[in-house]
Each structure stands twice: as structure tokens, then as C-alpha cells.
């Protein structure tokens, strides 16, 4: 168990020097923003004076070291800066938009793995089947599929042509009130408010958004479970299950898909890369009003602070998931020490 | 017998007899490759070849669904979606084929050097790298385009920076195993100096997996980039790419007119396909024993 609680803390004080890099990059991208911040900030009807004041009160006329550490104290009061465009500061906006983003994000992972670890297992039990080749055809387009395209094509198919989807404009048809916020995810908030109607129209809202996230994360999954899977199948142990004679579920499910698990839980870290990234696409798309939409009004608005801001918050957040990712694999796995990795 | 009526007639040019065989045996990379020939066409000759001005509007003839004359539709201001989308091709492959030369030079340098000489080097590059990965990379790419302008030319930069760590990690590995080699011994015992050893000897190792990457990379260059001007960074309105032309046609798709986003994405769809079979292909050529 002490062996156990040293290798938790040695991945904690991992993070540490990540998160330092991630500050010192979000530093750089702050200053490197085109021309002078300060006239930025001062805002179009700025004269020299109250450029300099501008210039002053947020530090810029002192050395870059001492920039960055009032930078850093700022970002530890948790001041990313105010937007332009709401006039909030970054993190109060950040924080509302936040829940709508996870509740898309978590939702279309929680799918694809529904789909890609059966259709996995299936492609390793069967290799050189129909599944096989399904699964090898699923993995090839999936990565090519443009996340905004397939959405956009979505939208036609269930929208326009069938018409089983609403309008892909937001969480919730204006003709539902928003649930009483607790956690921020309309399918949890409704169904504790006890309202199972807009919590149905929030399910139908997310499905398209989380289809289209999900469609995209399939295909590396379903390619790890597929390879691992092979991999487990073909090692000593499960030669000898067989021998034994457990049975083939016994064999299959109790031994080869909980040794592949544990590959597939680390390519979850990779899969959150692109997920994070995917989610501003089909956030645009659907108008879904989660911190991708928020940073791309900031973009087209040259919102800066609002940009950066969302830059480190995402930074952050996938820190944090990988950590979360290696510190269950931790849990799942008894003969894993990080010092082994 | 028959091992011995072959033989004669075997060239001598081993690798393009490999690489006949390979694409023989393998109808899919030989698609792949037909594929890759067509886009080039597209990219070499599109601007010449397209039957209508890719600029040309025409407000009288806006939105019309595909007909004889205009193959894909005409978008919202009457134009042509066909030359539009061949025109494109050059744009968009341009954007990611200097961003991948320039992570794979770049790359190259970090990883070699850090691979061959160790110590501080490495782990200052290793860290570095930790910390460009511990972004999610597109949005890193949309904070350095936001930071440094918006412009086609600070696409092309941040798809880069985002590609390198793959690029240096690789050439970083192929270079760490070779470097106490008997040929890389034996380069330096022969009088040859560490950076000629390097670059002459032992980096030449690393390029078979290096073009795997290259071709698995550009697909997904190309889609970042078009990620990129999806939310209206880099490539400007009129300009014809795939990216802002799908943005563009999002706008009618929920009035059913769906050529206007159809046909860019198709093509993008298509381009992404080409290079990640092409890369499959190009594994099986290079390294015979990772087929999957």
C-alpha cells in the first residue's frame, strides 16, 4: 500500500513541471499578441496618455521576468483578464460554459466506448470476419472524417430530411426553461428537478452534437481494443485458461478484456487531445453554447484575453484528465509503480 | 523449378520490384497512390482545367442544385462549387505541405541532436516537448494563430509547432539506438566528424519511419487546417478552400441546399483518406512486420 501511495504522489509532482510549461507558454502566447497589448486594451478611443495608464496598470512597462510573475499571481487570484465582448471576466464566463462543454464531451465518450470496445473485442475474437473488416473500415474513415462535416451532414440527414432532430441551435428549445442549475448538465439538473420533459428535449438536443464527437473518437478506440484484445488473446495465460477449461465468456471477458482494458484506459489520454479540440468544431456547428463556441466568438471578435484564457483553461483540463487516466490505471492495475513506465 | 526459371528474370532494382510487389498485392495502396495522383493533378493544373471562374459571382443563379453546367451547384453569391472545390485543392495542400516539411526539418534537427549527444540536451528537449503535448493541439494551434495574427502564413506555423513533437520523438528513438552502432563507430573511427556521422550515417535510419509519419501526418495537417478556417481563422472569404467553403455552405444546409457544404467536405474527406492509406501502404513497404 506505502508502495501504492508513493507512486500517486510521484505522478502528482509530475505534473507539476507540465503545468509550469503550460503557464510559460500561455505567458509567451499573451505577449507575442500582434502590436502593442496596451493599445489593445485601451480600446479604440485611446489617446497616448491613457495608453500609458493602460500600459501601467497592467505591467507592461516592466521587465518580461517580472511581467510573468504578476502574471502568475494573477493566474493563482484566478484573474484570466476581463472579456471584451461579455464584459465578464474570462473565468466567470469560462466557469458558466464550462458544464455544457463536459456534459457534450463526456456524453459522445461514454457512446463511442459503448460502440468501440464491443466492436474491438469482437474484430480481435474474429479476425478475418465481416466485423474485421468493419471495424478496419470504421477505424480508416473514421480518422479521415472531418468532425464539422460530418455534423453539418448529420444536421441534414436527421433535420432536414427526416426531421427526427430539432434544430441544431443550442442545449434546449426556447420553448423549455433551463432546469434549475446544480451541476450545469441539463440531463443530470433535469432529472433532479424531477422533469423528465425537458430532460427529453435535452437528450435530443445533445444526441446529434454527441453522435458526431462520438463518430470521431470511435475509431482510435475500436483500433486500440482491436490490437490489445489480439495481444491478450495470444499471451500464455489465456492458453492456459483454455486448458483449464473456464469457459469461453469466463476466458474472453474475465481474463483477455480486463489484461486489454488497460491499454485501451491510456489511449484515452490521446483520444482527450483530439476530443478537446473536435468539441470546438461541433460546438460552432451546433451553436452549442460550451467554451469552444465562447472562444471562437472571442476569435472572430479578437478577443484576446478571452482566447488565452480558454487556451489555458483546456490546457488545464486535459492535464488534469490524464492524470485522472493514469491515476485509475493505477487503481485497476496491481503490478503497476510509475517508476516501471 | 519454379524458384529457378524466376530468378533470371528478377532485376536488379530490388526496391522498385518490392514496391511493385507491395502495391500488387495490395489493391488499396495502389488506390491510395492513383488517389494521391489525382489531387496532384488538381493542385498542378485545377486553376487551369475548371470549366467557370472560381470567383466569378453571378447573384441571378445563386444557389442552383447540380446541373450539366455546374457540376456541384452554385453557392450562395452564384458561384461555381466545382472550380471552387478543384481550385482549392492547391490552397489546402500547399498549407499542409509546408507545414509538415516544416515539422519534419525541424523535428529532425531536435530529435537528432538530442538523440545523439543525450544528457542535458535531451531532457530540456523532452520537457519542452511534455509541455507542448500537454495541450489539446488544435487548440493550441488556434491560441498561436490567435496570438500571432491572423493569416494563412501563421496556419501554416502552428500547424508545424503542434506536428513537431511527433517528428522529434521518432528521429529522437531511431537515433538513440544507432548511435553506439558498429557502422556509426566505425564513420567516426574512419575520421568522420560527429555531425557528419549524424547526418550521413545514422540519420538516413530514421527516414523510412520518418515518411510513414510524413504521409499519416499530412492528413491530419490537412485537416487541422481546415479546422482552422472552419472557425474563420487564416484563409479569407473569396478565397476558395475547403474549410471555409463547408463553413460557408453550414449556413444552408438547415434550408436543405446541402452541394454548397457537400462537395468541399467530400473532398477534404477524400484527401484525409488518401494520405492515411497512403501511410498504411507506405508502413507495409517500410516495415513488413507491423501490418496490421
Redesign the interface.
Known amino acids: 500500500m506505502t508502495g501504492r501511495t508513493r507512486a500517486i504522489g510521484m505522478r502528482l509532482a509530475q505534473t507539476v513541471?507540465?503545468i509550469i510549461?503550460?503557464i510559460?507558454?500561455?505567458f509567451i502566447?499573451?505577449r507575442?499578441?500582434?502590436g502593442d497589448p496596451a493599445v489593445y486594451f485601451a480600446g479604440a478611443m485611446a489617446d497616448e496618455q491613457s495608453i500609458q495608464q493602460v500600459r501601467e496598470a497592467l505591467g507592461l512597462d516592466k521587465p518580461l521576468v517580472t511581467q510573468f510573475f504578476l502574471y502568475v499571481g494573477d493566474l493563482a487570484q484566478g484573474d484570466l483578464g476581463r472579456s471584451i465582448s461579455t464584459g465578464q471576466p474570462v473565468l466567470t464566463d469560462l466557469a458558466m460554459r464550462l458544464p455544457a462543454s463536459l456534459e457534450l464531451t463526456l456524453s459522445a465518450l461514454v457512446l463511442s466506448c459503448l460502440i468501440a470496445i464491443p466492436l474491438g473485442v469482437l474484430a480481435a475474437v474474429r479476425q478475418g470476419s465481416w466485423v474485421d473488416h468493419l471495424c478496419?473500415l470504421l477505424v480508416?474513415?473514421g480518422?479521415?472524417?472531418?468532425?464539422?462535416?460530418t455534423g453539418?451532414?448529420l444536421?441534414?440527414i436527421f433535420?432536414?430530411l427526416l426531421g427526427w432532430a430539432p434544430?441544431?441551435l443550442g442545449r434546449l428549445d426556447f420553448i423549455y426553461l433551463e432546469p434549475p442549475r446544480v451541476t450545469g448538465f441539463f440531463l443530470i439538473d433535469s432529472l433532479l428537478a424531477g422533469d423528465p420533459e425537458t430532460f427529453a428535449a435535452a437528450l435530443r438536443q445533445l444526441a446529434l452534437p454527441a453522435i458526431t464527437l462520438a463518430l470521431f473518437t470511435l475509431a482510435p478506440i475500436a483500433r486500440m481494443t482491436r490490437?490489445a484484445m489480439l495481444q491478450a488473446l495470444s499471451s500464455d495465460y489465456i492458453r492456459t485458461a483454455r486448458a483449464a477449461g473456464l469457459s469461453r465468456s469466463k476466458v474472453l471477458f474475465g481474463y483477455g478484456l480486463r489484461n486489454a482494458l488497460l491499454p485501451v484506459v491510456t489511449t484515452l489520454g490521446m483520444v482527450?487531445?483530439?476530443v478537446?479540440?473536435?468539441n470546438?468544431?461541433v460546438e460552432?456547428?451546433f451553436a452549442w453554447p460550451g467554451i469552444g463556441s465562447y472562444?471562437?466568438e472571442a476569435?472572430?471578435a479578437s478577443d484576446?484575453a478571452a482566447?488565452?484564457g480558454?487556451?489555458l483553461a483546456?490546457?488545464f483540463l486535459?492535464?488534469t484528465l490524464?492524470l485522472i487516466i493514469d491515476l485509475s490505471y493505477a487503481l485497476i492495475d496491481p503490478r503497476i509503480g510509475f517508476d516501471t513506465k | 523449378m519454379t524458384d529457378a526459371t524466376d530468378i533470371p528474370g528478377r532485376k536488379p532494382d530490388g526496391a522498385w520490384a518490392h514496391l511493385l510487389h507491395v502495391l500488387r498485392e495490395n489493391p488499396v495502396t495502389m488506390l491510395s497512390f492513383g488517389l494521391f495522383a489525382f489531387f496532384l493533378l488538381q493542385a498542378f493544373f485545377g486553376a487551369l482545367i475548371v470549366p467557370h471562374d472560381p470567383l466569378a459571382t453571378n447573384a441571378a443563379n445563386a444557389l442552383q442544385p447540380p446541373d450539366w453546367t455546374h457540376w456541384f451547384g452554385t453557392d450562395s453569391l452564384g458561384r461555381d462549387v466545382f472550380s471552387r472545390v478543384v481550385v482549392a485543392t492547391r490552397l489546402d495542400l500547399m498549407i499542409s505541405v509546408l507545414a509538415v516539411a516544416i515539422s519534419f526539418a525541424v523535428g529532425s534537427v531536435l530529435g537528432a541532436v538530442a538523440g545523439y549527444w543525450g544528457g542535458w540536451i535531451d531532457a530540456a528537449l523532452n520537457r519542452v516537448l511534455d509541455t507542448i503535448m500537454a495541450f489539446p493541439l488544435f487548440v493550441l494551434a488556434m491560441g498561436i494563430v490567435a496570438a500571432l495574427g491572423n493569416s494563412i502564413e501563421n496556419i501554416i506555423y502552428a500547424t508545424a509547432l503542434i506536428n513537431i513533437p511527433f517528428y522529434a520523438r521518432l528521429v529522437r528513438a531511431e537515433v538513440n539506438i544507432r548511435r553506439e552502432a558498429g557502422f556509426a563507430l566505425a564513420a567516426r573511427l574512419s575520421g568522420n566528424s560527429h555531425f557528419r556521422t549524424l547526418a550521413f550515417h545514422i540519420f538516413p535510419n530514421a527516414l523510412p519511419p520518418m515518411m510513414v509519419q510524413v504521409s499519416l501526418n499530412m492528413g491530419w495537417a490537412i485537416l487541422n487546417a481546415a479546422g482552422l478556417s472552419f472557425i474563420g481563422l487564416g484563409v479569407r472569404p473569396p478565397t476558395p478552400e475547403w474549410g471555409i467553403m463547408v463553413a460557408e455552405g453550414a449556413n444552408y444546409i438547415i434550408s436543405g441546399h446541402w452541394w454548397v457544404a457537400l462537395f468541399p467536405g467530400l473532398w477534404l474527406m477524400l484527401a484525409v483518406f488518401t494520405f492515411n492509406l497512403m501511410g498504411d501502404g507506405l508502413r507495409d513497404l517500410v516495415d513488413p512486420r507491423r501490418r496490421t
Open positions: 513541471p507540465v510549461g503550460v510559460v507558454i500561455s502566447l499573451t507575442a499578441l500582434p478496419r480508416t474513415a480518422v479521415s472524417l472531418p468532425t464539422f462535416f453539418i451532414m444536421v441534414y433535420y432536414y434544430s441544431p490490437a482527450f487531445s483530439f478537446l479540440g473536435a470546438v468544431l460552432k456547428v472562444a471562437v476569435l472572430v484576446y482566447v488565452q480558454f487556451v483546456m490546457a486535459f492535464v490524464n
